[in-house]
Nanobody, 127 residues
């Protein structure tokens, strides 16, 4: 089991920004792609983005395109989710997960493709 540790959640006003971090053990990013998910109260879990192990290119759910940016720092063994222009619909628990693929086909991934999960920080967008 790969241990993932997310951080950076909190309360932000509509239109604000937050950056989430997903810290993983050394060399994990050489072996796994990493996905970000979120689950809002009463809703199913939704894939937000995925960054490929092979080339570091991210893919996003449509609602995140243009506002969210996923990046990785291999030297720091950390994947980031920069979220800008946040609105209330972004309120959710956000989690990162290892992905058993070299390249991400999309932000939504079947559970069988996912490995370890982090516990997930709460992101609340509210005035």
């Amino acid at each position: 089991q790969v241990q993932l540790v997310e951080s950076g959640g909190g309360l932000v006003q509509p239109g604000g920004s937050l950056r989430l971090s997903c810290a993983v053990p050394e060399f994990t990013l050489n072996h796994y792609s990493i996905a970000w998910f979120r689950q809002a109260p009463g809703k199913e879990r939704e894939g937000v983005s995925c960054i490929s192990k092979s080339d570091g290119k991210p893919v996003y759910v449509d609602s995140a395109k243009g506002r969210f940016t996923t990046s990785r720092d291999i030297a720091k063994s950390t994947v980031y989710l920069q979220m800008n222009s946040l609105h209330s619909e972004a309120t959710a628990v956000y989690s990162c997960s290892t992905v058993f693929l070299d390249s991400c086909p999309g932000p939504s991934l079947a559970p069988a493709l996912l490995g370890s999960w982090g516990p997930g920080p709460q992101v609340t967008v509210s005035s």
